[in-house]
């Protein structure tokens, strides 16, 4: 049976946080084999359409977006979320325009949901990260695998990868799909293959982040990250 292996948490330089070129994520994803990249910029597409450009089978057009509660990752996207609308608000504007909705790393205490709003908006969702590889413990991991199983709601997993390098240490191996209908009806079937990285790749983030704000040039245009 033919499978897609996918990536579904990745960044460009078009996120605040890294410096990765949408050429360079789509060479690395192409160098291991994968066969379906869904760009997921904070608070932006502006990577994920630049990255379509240059392979239009591989990448998948996805954002993740900032809410006023935590951060949510949608893929199948046509147009930009804005950040700080309330996670309906977020998912409402997601399903108009059919996109698929996954909540981005749940449990982790850094940058994770508080439990209360997490099952408020988990019957309007299509699934959860169930495994991210920048979480710093894997306990983040295996309680996010855990409520999932729990609440019988798929799971998704990504590398969250800021820099080329970390591109495929989390991924689904599925059976093929073209559009968001078809991601969530084979979505259950899918097998998960994953690392986490090492704490130390945070600071790629960080410097990141300091070259952009002391090298305004860094920045792509018509972009605020």
């Known amino acids: 049976m033919t ?3 996918v990536e579904f948490h990745c960044h460009t330089v ?11 994520l789509v060479h690395a994803a192409r160098k291991i084999g994968l066969d379906r990249l869904i760009v997921t910029d904070h608070n ?23 809410t006023t509660q935590g951060e949510l990752l949608a893929s199948f996207m046509t147009e930009e979320i804005p950040r700080h609308l309330t996670p309906m608000d977020t998912i409402h504007r997601l399903r108009d325009q059919g996109a698929f909705i ?15 709003e997490l099952l408020e908006i988990i019957p309007h969702v299509d699934a959860i990260e169930t495994f991210n590889s920048r979480c710093m413990r894997a306990e983040y991991n295996t309680m996010a695998l855990a409520f999932a199983k729990e609440h019988n709601i798929p799971g998704t997993v990504g590398s969250d990868a800021h820099i080329s390098y970390e591109v495929g240490r989390a991924i689904l191996v599925t059976p093929p799909f073209t559009n968001s209908d078809e991601l969530r009806g084979v979505i259950q079937q899918a097998q998960s293959i994953t690392r986490l990285s090492s704490p130390v790749i945070h600071f790629t983030s960080r410097y990141a982040t300091i070259m952009k704000k002391m090298f305004p040039r860094l920045k792509p245009k018509n972009t605020d990250n």
């Open 44 to 66: 932006s597409t502006g990577g994920a359409f630049a990255a379509k450009t240059i392979d239009p089978e591989l990448v998948i057009i996805g954002e993740e977006i900032m």
């Open 14 to 24: 078009f996120s605040k946080d890294s410096l990765t070129k949408p050429q360079d």
């Open 3 to 5: 499978t897609l292996r």
């Open 102 to 116: 996954s909540v981005s790393h749940p449990f982790d205490a850094q940058r994770g949901w508080k439990i209360d």
